[in-house]
């Protein structure tokens, strides 16, 4: 089958994060999301060990998901005096100015037959086709990978065993208004070529 390469190159190009202070606060529809999760699971990645796993949110789902994150906050920098007010603050209220949020794991294979990096690789592919399809339906979304993302005392909440990773949350919104431009510096200063 061919693609209108005109269109696909926009897709590519037009995707933005959008963050929730750029959501209406309208509810998206949950066959949109559940189209993002389906086009995610076609993400590329080696022995077929599919090691994207995913949480979704919403509705009074994400008032769970907000006490949860500001306790664990709470619980694992209270113990090395990092805790921060404001930042406790941000964790019990945002998770409400979303639609849903989708908590992105990574499972390791449990024979361990491939370098982490790879599945690693392979869940980042995943949120890239969520990303995609959530643009195409003209959807806001963005990836968090702030809080308690890295806090090994998160992941038993989201699924996670402790050989597995949480990435972060992709927080999915109507966007209030068009997406602006992006910026990249051009692809040249990254590629080399050797004929
Ligand atoms: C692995 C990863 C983690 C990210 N974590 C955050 C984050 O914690 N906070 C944030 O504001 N944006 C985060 N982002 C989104 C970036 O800010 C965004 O992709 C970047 O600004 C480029 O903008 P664009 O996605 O609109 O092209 C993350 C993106 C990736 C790929």
Same mark, same amino acid.
């Given at each position: 089958m061919n693609f209108n390469i005109e269109e696909v190159n926009q897709l590519i190009r037009m995707r933005r994060s959008v %963050? @929730? &202070? $750029? #959501? *209406?606060g309208e509810q998206v529809s949950d066959d949109i999301i559940r189209q993002m999760l389906e086009n995610a699971n076609w993400a590329p990645n080696h022995k077929m060990t599919e090691p994207w796993r995913f949480v979704v949110f919403t509705g009074d789902g994400l008032k769970k998901l907000a006490e949860f994150q500001a306790a664990c906050y709470k619980e694992v920098t209270s113990k090395t005096s990092t805790f921060k007010e404001d930042r406790y603050q941000t964790l019990l209220t &945002? @998770?409400?100015? !979303? !639609?849903h949020i989708i908590s992105v794991g990574m499972k390791r294979d449990e024979l361990k037959r491939l370098p982490e990096i790879e599945e690693l690789g392979a869940v980042y592919c995943a949120v890239e086709n969520m990303y995609l399809t959530a643009t195409a339906y003209g959807i806001g979304c963005y990836l968090a990978s702030g809080g308690? *993302? #890295? %806090? $090994?005392?998160?992941k038993e909440f989201f699924g996670?065993? !402790? $050989?597995d990773k949480l990435l972060g949350f992709l927080n999915v919104g109507v966007p209030k208004g068009t997406t602006p431009d992006g910026r990249r510096r051009p692809i040249d200063e990254k590629v080399k070529w050797v004929h």
């Open positions: %963050f @929730p &202070k $750029d #959501y *209406t &945002k @998770p409400m100015h !979303s !639609s308690v *993302t #890295y %806090f $090994d005392e998160a996670l065993g !402790s $050989d």
